[in-house]
């Protein structure tokens, strides 16, 4: 085997990390599992493949292909054994996320061949897309022109329906064709853990990590640029309650003073997360682990790209409140692993029965950890006898995410503040189980003992954005808090009007369950309707009267006035709210109002509205987020409304700037 063949696996991510002298170090290494994520699930994927590969005696490298050459993709066929396993989320519009879009860029390109190499594809999508899984067929096929060799089937795992399910029972089958194919045989000395536990005895404070993302003291010693990896702690200037009703609906505002950060209407800003304290705390007294003890994860392979789970050293209690998820539901891996730490065989036999990819598997781990919302604290409280080492539990919880919302407010009318509007997440089943980062922002007030309350943020662009002159028309198509972008869009528009800008008709559908009850910003609404900012403003309340009225009905009446503003006047289409109805819907009566009003063919139609999505005429904001958002009609009462003074001040101020009452 010649040089070049064994240090391959680096040389394609040299871009991380110069290329070594001792190749040894690689020699065995035959797998590579490729990610591309936006939010880790297909990462964690990729690193469970990686662990199991070690069953059969195979050496993974886990790797992100925009940190590697993937041109050398077509030399990996060389190392014997060798296999390429993609792991690939889509996002948006069916595009690549953007870890996988310069290697998107260069599949699509052409120039270049596979010849001879091994690969298998799992796709991660929703099914409630239209474009379901775009990335993954995608790739399975475009490897396949490209000479290469498909040594397992796609798999399309599905949000939807509990991705975990699919995964599992693709990666079992495709192990075993790999198994087959290789033939390899499974190891019995084989250990599941990737990190090494270090105690730290003395460690000075500001060495240890306490919910930075990347460098430590980051969120004390703040620096701009501010991003992903350095989000800037944005005090709170607003948080008040929108809703009227039982269910709890937060208006927010955050101070971008002195942070350079800028934003558009339609784009998102994310919250970093913390955990509840009670259920950390809970974690330590159930393991008997001294919560305040430093440690640091190892990776136990040093050739590896991550070389902790999470930033180290840190404490056990800022492991659990920063960086690992403790309240969603675990998953099945990690269940498979919990049932390693019991002497209880009917603990033991039942946590091996839920974790397996079996029918009878599913169904359970379905009644007893989704349906019942057990988290892992639950599962340990439920199953005393079970006691896995906490630093063991801390590698394979998946990691605390940040959260993403929509912006509601417009930078030209709040150039230093950044608006959001966040449904407060309550489950109950008996028992309860609030969402992670409503929940936190739900209880933060703006001032604690006369300091500012800050969280930490980072501005994600979209492509959800206004038509460049203002006077096209706009149609926009928001229920619930899919009017969130709206709101920026109508300051926008307002903004413009201000300044002797012409805008040209805006009109505004929007629906909620009750007029009295969950209307939101319907006073702002109302003074847009008074200054002609909306042309027109419809709405549509479903549980107000005998009949359940949703927007797409009033859509459906309105079919001549929708043809007038997007054919002959060229106006743009704007629906944002949960993806699998209403926005099909909306995408149907679009399709008839062309064929009833424009007089096309349902065919004409159809590519019609594909011309519009392509100049960008037609913009959809849909996500799957609604969908974890339905809250239960609880017996908690509302919460209190808080407008902060200094808040209520800026806004008077800005208000006056900009001449509006
Ligand atoms: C691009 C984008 C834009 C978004 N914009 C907005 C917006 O404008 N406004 C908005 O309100 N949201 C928005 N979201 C959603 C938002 O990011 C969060 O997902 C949402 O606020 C919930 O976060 P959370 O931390 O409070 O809940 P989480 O902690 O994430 O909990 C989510 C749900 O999982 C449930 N759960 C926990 N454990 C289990 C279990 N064992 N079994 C079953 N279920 C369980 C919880 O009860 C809860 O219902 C957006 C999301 C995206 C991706
Ligand atoms: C904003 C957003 C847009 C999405 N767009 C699509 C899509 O167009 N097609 C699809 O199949 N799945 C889509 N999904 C689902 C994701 O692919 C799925 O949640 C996946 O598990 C995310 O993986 P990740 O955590 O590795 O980023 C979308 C999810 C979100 C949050």
Known sequence: MS???????????????????????????????????QTGTAEDFATRLAKEASLYGMKAMVADPDRCHMDELSQLYKIENSLAIFCVSTYWEGDPTDNAMAFYNWLQSGKTSVRGLRYAVFGLGNSTYEYFNKMGKYLDLRLEELGGTRVHKLGLGDTAHNIDNYFMTWKDNLWTSVAKQFNLKTLTNFSSRQFRLIQHKEIPREGVFTGEVLTLNSLVDQKPPFNQKNPFLAPILVNRELYKGLRSCLHIELDLMGSQLSYEAGDYVAVYQKNDKHLVQRIGQLLATD????????????????????????SYRDALL?????????????????????????????LECISSSTEEGKQVYNEWIVEKLRNIVDVLED??????????????????LPRFYTICSSSKVYPNSVHLTAVVVKKSTGRVNKGVATNLLASKQCEQSGDKVSVPIFIRRSQFRLPVNPSTPVIMIGPGTGLAPFRGFLQERWYHMQNQTPIGPTVLYFGCRNQSDDYLYEEELRGYVMDNTLTKLYTAFSRDGSDKVYVTHLLRQHMPEIWRLIGPLNGHVYVSGYASTMAREVKDILVDTFVAEGNQSPEEAHNYLKTMESQRRYLRNHSNWLTVSIVNDGEEGRSVIRLCPPARAQYARNAQNNGRS
């Open 3 to 37: 040089v070049l063949v064994l240090i391959i696996v680096p040389v394609m991510c040299h871009r991380l990390r110069p290329l070594r002298p001792q190749v040894n170090q690689n020699q065995g290494r035959n797998i590579v599992i490729f990610y591309g994520s």
């Open 291 to 314: 919560l305040d003890q430093v440690i640091s994860l190892e990776n136990l392979d040093e050739d590896s790209f991550k070389r902790h789970p999470f930033p180290c050293p840190t």
């Open 383 to 400: 199953m005393p006898s079970v006691k896995p080492r906490l630093d063991h539990l801390l590698e394979i919880l998946p990691r605390l």
């Open 322 to 350: 920063f960086y690992t998820d403790i309240s969603s539901a675990p998953k099945p891996h990690v269940l498979r692993e919990l049932s390693e730490y019991t002497d209880n065989e009917e603990h033991k036999k039942f």
